[in-house]
């Protein structure tokens, strides 16, 4: 898969018109799941797949200097920016797509926003994420989903600004979950605009 966009798109990244109405709010999402795992489990292990340019793990590292967080993206220039902001030895990173990343560690706590729509193979992507889990692991994923007619025009728009995506339905989302052995433990519906598409914030737990 081509994704050469990413790499153009990392030094204005940060300031797309996005960042406001779709990824900041899934961002402020995400920290209302993340910080209180944080807090009872000070030394957990999170691997971000497709994180950017860092902004996530930024927020949360402030004020959490003892978590172990490895974030993984396709574009070069985006983990470049990423390491420059995110300075500390429990803070790792590395250019490289999830079908391509092979290791043997597990992890505690997996999040993917806004960068499952690109994987190719869902169905094994969503395996692989789950064989990277601790048991009893949690997972968020969160993305923008084609569930009626207005998703699917909005969907269908922000396909030609960026590379190749396929945007699935929450049931159709649902249904990868099960056959990965992942359970649903809540959905979350972020609307910022109403011209914005239906972004579903999923909070997953590995069975054991």
């Known amino acids: ?86 300075k500390r030895n429990n803070v790792k990173f590395e250019a490289i797509a999830i079908e391509k990343y092979k290791t043997k560690e597990t992890f505690d706590l997996i999040i993917c926003t806004h960068a499952f729509p690109y994987f190719p193979a869902k169905e094994q992507m969503m395996k692989k994420i789950s064989g990277l889990c601790n048991n009893g692991a949690r997972v968020i994923i969160a993305n923008a989903s084609s569930n009626n007619l207005k998703d699917r025009i909005i969907t269908f728009l922000l396909k030609t600004t960026t590379s190749k995506a396929e945007y699935l339905s929450i049931e159709d989302m649902k249904r990868l979950f099960v056959n990965s052995l992942l359970q649903c433990i809540d959905i979350k519906i972020i609307r910022e605009k109403r011209y914005m598409p239906t972004i579903a914030l999923f909070y997953l737990e590995k069975q054991l």
């Open 1 to 86: 898969m081509n994704y050469n966009v990413w790499e153009k798109l990392a030094h204005k990244y940060n300031k797309l018109w996005v960042q406001k109405y779709s990824l900041g709010p899934t961002r402020r999402e995400v920290l209302k799941i993340v910080l209180p795992l944080i807090k009872s489990n000070p030394g957990i292990k999170i691997l971000e797949i497709g994180c950017g340019t860092g902004q996530l793990i930024k927020e949360i590292s402030a004020e959490n200097k003892n978590i172990s967080y490895f974030g993984i993206d396709v574009a070069e220039n985006m983990i470049e920016i990423a390491k420059n902001d995110n």
